[in-house]
């Protein structure tokens, strides 16, 4: 049964006149909260995460639109929202009210830091190329939960041919500071033109014969930046239905909440830069507020992980797999 259309203003006093009210929105404090709850919110972080609640009571608050419809989703115990497109039912988190588009068009008014990224492009490869005979590519593998590819070392896999390997630079809100010193340019590039960067930033490297099978990503909360620096000869990438051949230098901006996949069929390995920013239809304030979320959740998550040596686990997979590779193979 939904417990109602509006999130609670305020707590209500016992000396309500109104008992049934009281109780209502008592209930309605109290889903507030389990939904929180899922997000390791401390003491203090809670009572903070209940103002912003406060203020999305305010309909007039159009700022926060977007956030104030997820969280009634949630209280009413719903995931996500309807998808937008039949290419985004695997996703598990969609956000209501976002602008549901596959690839967004460079000639965007969103998109006008697009032709910076490339502007920069020279650096960006410069940078990658003098990380040749250095450590710090890793392969990419998953919690083993969330695929049926398990890998024959550690973890599970998301591609079925070839090898996938990555260079992070941020994941989950944490800075790899080793390979960051070894990108100052790139790293500086994505915090000072990408708006609103989702802290997830790496280079990815596709094997001559790759292919990374079609899934989702986590959530439509971001956009996903592709920037193909070398061996993009032969190299494809499809979002829901459109497949595009990649070209060196040139940006391409998508919701990886649609069905994606990619192929590599040249004859070198093909490195992309990739990094994420949020959704541009969501406020600043919304940003703040859902940053806030993320940041105790992976907090957490990674304190939890901490002596653990699952494969089920992201964060052990990170520390499993740092060493994998025995020298600066691509």
């Known amino acids: 049964q939904e417990m109602g259309t509006k999130v609670p203003a305020a707590d209500q ?3 309500s006149s109104d008992e049934d009210e009281t109780e209502e929105y008592g209930q309605l404090w109290q889903k507030v909260e389990q939904v929180f709850e899922e997000f390791h919110l401390s003491p203090f972080a809670m009572a903070a995460a209940k103002k912003w609640v406060k203020l999305m009571a305010d309909p007039s608050k159009s700022n926060l639109s977007r956030i104030r419809e997820w969280l009634l ?3 009413n115990n719903k995931s996500r929202a309807h998808p937008a497109s039949k290419w985004q ?3 598990p988190d969609l956000v209501p009210g976002l602008r549901a588009l596959p690839f967004w068009d460079r000639e965007m008014r969103e998109m006008a830091w697009v032709r910076e990224v490339e502007n920069h492009f020279q650096d960006v490869k410069e940078e990658l190329l003098n990380l040749r005979g250095k450590k710090g590519f890793q392969p990419f593998r998953q919690p083993k939960w969330s695929t049926k590819l398990v890998s024959d070392d550690v973890g599970a896999v ?11 630079l941020f994941l989950h809100n944490e800075k790899f500071e080793e390979n960051c010193a070894k990108c100052p340019k790139t790293v500086a590039l994505i915090e000072r033109i990408a708006p609103r960067q989702y802290k997830h ?3 990815s490297a596709l094997n001559p014969g790759t292919h990374v099978i ?7 909360k971001k956009l996903r930046c592709h920037l193909p620096v070398l061996g993009v000869e032969g190299s494809r990438l499809r979002v829901a239905d459109e497949i595009r051949e990649q070209e060196e230098g040139v940006c391409y901006v998508f919701d990886d909440s649609f069905e994606h996949e990619a192929w590599h069929d040249g004859n070198s390995t093909r490195i992309v830069l990739i990094f994420d920013v949020w959704h541009p239809d969501f406020s600043d304030d919304e940003v703040k507020f859902l940053g806030y979320l993320q940041k105790s959740q992976m907090k957490e998550e990674q304190r939890m992980s901490a002596g653990q040596d699952s494969d089920d686990n992201f964060f052990s997979l990170l520390r499993k797999t740092k060493d994998l ?4 193979s691509w």
């Open 89 to 91: 039912k695997g996703c």
């Open 13 to 15: 006093g016992s000396d």
């Open 73 to 75: 989703l949630r209280i």
């Open 158 to 168: 998301s591609h079925d041919k070839g090898d996938w390997n990555v260079f992070y």
């Open 214 to 220: 079609a899934h989702t990503g986590p959530t439509n």
């Open 201 to 203: 930033a790496f280079f």
């Open 325 to 328: 590779l025995v020298d600066d």
